[in-house]
Nanobody, 124 residues
Framework: QVQPVESGGGLAQAGGSLRLSCAAS????????VGWFRQAPGKEREFVAA????????YYAESVKGRFTISRDTTKNAVYLEMNSLKPDDTAIYYC?????????????????WGQGTQVTVSS
């Protein structure tokens, strides 16, 4: 069973950058699609970005397109979310999740394995 573990959250100013990392505990991500989701207080969990098993297919939410970049490094068994031009609306707990299949998806229900989340706070 894959257990995602997030790191890299913290506090940033509007316009700044943060890089989130997601490592696989238990076994590798090699054959799993991985996604990032976020949940702000009082809001539902929403899709941010996803990448398929080999990086050949990538999806982004419209709200982050052009600002966030998802990538994966199979040699390090990790997936990253580079966040630039941060806005206060990006403040949320960010979750990394893995699918049981190779293809990426946008719905939280498609993901079987979830990390504990990492807090991202963007000040204005």
């Amino acid at each position: 069973q894959v257990q995602p573990v997030e790191s890299g959250g913290g506090l940033a100013q509007a316009g700044g950058s943060l890089r989130l990392s997601c490592a696989a505990s238990g076994r590798t991500f090699r054959n799993n699609a991985v996604g990032w989701f976020r949940q702000a207080p009082g809001k539902e969990r929403e899709f941010v970005a996803a990448i398929n098993w080999n990086g050949g297919t990538i999806y982004y939410a419209e709200s982050v397109k052009g600002r966030f970049t998802i990538s994966r490094d199979t040699t390090k068994n990790a997936v990253y979310l580079e966040m630039n031009s941060l806005k206060p609306d990006d403040t949320a707990i960010y979750y990394c999740a893995a699918r049981a299949v190779m293809s990426a998806g946008r719905a939280p229900s498609e993901y079987a394995y979830w990390g504990q989340g990492t807090q991202v706070t963007v000040s204005s």
